[in-house]
């Protein structure tokens, strides 16, 4: 009397509504725009939300899998501007920020691409890596920033027209105003037209004195007024 029904068997319907859901033929709907729910084995579909295709273009939100109309299983979630949509071609992610954090990240594929407005990298063309503001295309001319090709070992640091430290593929290049190398003990450093050298028995200052222990050998030149040969100073 309370309207309840108690059964076992199949039952079978192309109308009517079960549980908040519209039944059609080959297929249950349920709510509209944002809410609506859609499962429908005639179009080989399941969605949730807003949204009536696949086209990443067209994206208006929410979740959509199944059968397009081309007959490729396709996947998509969110909208135009953030989505992740996935078919027979491969997987594609857009987002204005992506998060992933992980004790263990791998990436393993064929061919790699990195772009982002001040650092690009790639596994094509040998694999390079580009950084600066504008991104340096090679290691000549204008180019300034971090700029490296896998294949060839060609390398740029600094400003190619300017202060830096570049491989050619055969020749090493520094120039720079002002250059330290070494430790405080043995160094050879450079700056405002000024060399100094410095080891345990030698140190050239930047006047151009030289302090030396050890010994020297020579068979020509001059030293304080006197010609030097082979066995003479005269």
Known sequence: NVGNVDMSGTITSTAGNIGGFKIEDGSLTS??????????????????GSGSTFNKGDLAGGFRVGIDTDGIFKFAVGSADSYIHADETGVSIKSDSFDVTASVAEIDVDVFKLSANN??????GGGFISAGNPRPTGITGANKGFYVQGDTGVFLAGNAAGARLSF??????????????GGNSQFISGSNGNIEISSSNFHLDNNGNVIMSGKVTANEGSIGGFNITNDALS
């Open 31 to 48: 709510g509209t725009g944002n809410g609506a729910v859609t499962m429908s084995s005639a179009n080989k579909i399941i969605s949730i």
């Open 119 to 124: 650092l690009f990298i790639s596994s094509s």
């Open 168 to 181: 050619d593929g055969t020749n090493v290049f520094m120039s720079s105003s002002g250059f330290f190398l």
